[in-house]
C-alpha cells in the first residue's frame, strides 16, 4: 500500500516537472535491524544494512545506465531534532525522463525487494532546480565525474 501511495505521489510530482531537466532525489533511510524477506525471495538471512547493500549493489549499474550518479553519504547527524536516518544520500539524473526509465526498467523491479527487506522508514523528496542554469551545472559535474 505505500510503496503504491509514493508510486502516485511520484507520477503527481513528474507530472509537474519538465521532464527533459535534470532531477535529483534525496533519500534518508533507516534500517530494520533484520532484513524481512519474503520466503519467495529465497535470500539468505542479514541485517537490514546488509540487504541494502545487495539493493544498492545491484541498482547502481541500473542508475548509471540511464546517467545517473548516486552520491553516497553516511549521516552523521541530523541539524535540529531526532537522528533517526542510518544513511543519506542524493541521486542525480540527467532528467526526469531517465529516472522514469530506471524504476520502470523490469530489472529495477527485480532487485527492489532487497530495499523493502531493508527498509524500516524512508523519506525520498524529487527535486527539480527552478534555475535551469543550477541544472545544467549539475549534468556538468556528473559527465566530467563518468
Known amino acids: 500500500m505505500r510503496d503504491d501511495k509514493a508510486k ?5 510530482l513528474l507530472a509537474q516537472m519538465d521532464l527533459d531537466r535534470p ?8 534500517f530494520r ?3 524481512e524477506y519474503s520466503p519467495a525471495d529465497g535470500e539468505e538471512p ?8 545487495r539493493y544498492r549493489e545491484l541498482v547502481t549499474p541500473l542508475v548509471e545506465a ?13 541539524i535540529g531534532e531526532g537522528d533517526e536516518w542510518d544513511l543519506s544520500f542524493l541521486v542525480f539524473y540527467p532528467s526526469g525522463r531517465a529516472f522514469l526509465s530506471m524504476v520502470n ?33 549539475v549534468a556538468e559535474i556528473m559527465a566530467s565525474q563518468s
Open 105 to 137: 526498467d523490469p530489472s529495477y523491479h527485480a532487485v527492489s525487494h532487497h530495499r523493502q527487506a531493508a527498509v524500516a522508514d524512508s523519506r525520498a523528496t524529487l527535486m527539480q532546480f527552478d534555475d535551469p542554469a543550477v541544472g545544467q551545472i
Open 33 to 35: 535491524e533484520r532484513a
Open 23 to 30: 532531477v535529483a532525489m534525496l533519500n534518508l533511510i533507516r
Open 66 to 78: 540511464v546517467g545517473g550518479k548516486p552520491m553516497l553519504s553516511r549521516m552523521q547527524s541530523m
Open 8 to 12: 502516485g505521489r511520484a507520477s503527481e
Open 46 to 53: 542479514c541485517t537490514g544494512a546488509q540487504a541494502y547493500e
